[in-house]
């Protein structure tokens, strides 16, 4: 049978998902507890490969096995055995046809940024930080010259194994709840780093470095080299997979978080 899992992880205890000889991956913990239940080895695949330091409200991941289990041992019975900071939030059996990364229908990633002149401490692994007043409006003019299908070559990390740069971004929304800044994102896919790119960059036009304008020549001129360099992981989370209703996965619910959960998030609202 295959089984579907939602999970949420703090990507600063892990070196990303994916699996790594040293096993610090969120994948080798997750198949480290699994096998454990199934008593068996199993594999596992997700919907998005987080980096080290990103962090998942909404990580949904698939593996096979023969071991009958109930619903709960793949939830209560896998989180006894993974370690703090990684957790599975459900599980469905699903037909064997579901994928978890070919068959979302978009991912929304969330950065929350610390705009406020003193750097942060106690939530240093959890935002981004940037020290200048940011000008909202100048961003938002920006981003939505990235909405749409484009090529995203000057977004996309030079480890990046897409076999494309054309992506579709279906909405972007900048907010501030009190000292933060809250981006979010949604496309049908992502390339490697370029959540973080598209968020270096409007920063740069947020303190005013450039014009909005300066973001469309960007992306027309398709050269990484151009764009702003890459901000920093903490910040970033996966935030919410959708797939069509057929596979029988619980809604989609945007999570929050202490402090960020202030305002209306625009991803489960269709704003």
Request: hydrophobic share 40%; aromatic share 10%.
């Amino acid at each position: 049978m295959r089984i579907a899992l939602g999970m949420e992880y703090d990507g600063s205890r892990f070196c990303g998902w994916q699996t790594q000889p040293s096993g610090c991956g969120v994948q080798d913990a997750l198949e480290r507890a699994l096998r454990e239940i199934a008593g068996e080895r199993v594999g596992t695949t997700c919907a998005g490969r987080t980096d080290a330091g990103v962090h998942a409200l909404a990580q949904v991941a698939h593996f096979d096995t023969a071991a009958a289990r109930p619903e709960s041992a793949w939830v209560r019975g896998v989180n006894s055995l993974l370690p703090e900071g990684c957790a599975v939030i459900w599980s469905r059996e699903v037909a064997h046809e579901f994928h978890a990364r070919y068959a979302a229908v978009s991912r929304c990633y969330r950065y929350v940024l610390l705009n406020h002149p003193v750097r942060p401490a106690a939530e240093a692994a959890r935002v981004g930080w940037f020290h200048l007043p940011l000008d909202l409006g100048r961003m938002r003019s920006a981003a939505q010259l990235l909405v749409g299908e484009h090529d995203f070559s000057a977004f996309r990390s030079a480890e990046c194994q897409a076999r494309t740069p054309v992506r579709r971004i279906s909405r972007i929304g900048i907010e501030r709840r009190g000292e933060y800044v809250v981006f979010e994102l949604c496309a049908n896919a992502f390339l490697h780093h370029m959540v973080r790119n598209i968020v270096g960059c409007l920063i740069y036009v947020g303190k005013g470095r450039y014009p909005p304008e300066w973001l469309g020549e960007v992306l027309a001129g398709r050269d990484r080299n151009a764009a702003a360099p890459t901000f920093e992981a903490a910040g970033l989370y996966l935030a919410q997979v959708t797939y069509e209703p057929r596979w029988g996965l619980p809604s989609p619910q945007p999570r929050t978080f202490a402090g960020i959960g202030d305002g209306e998030s625009e991803i489960g609202n269709g704003k």
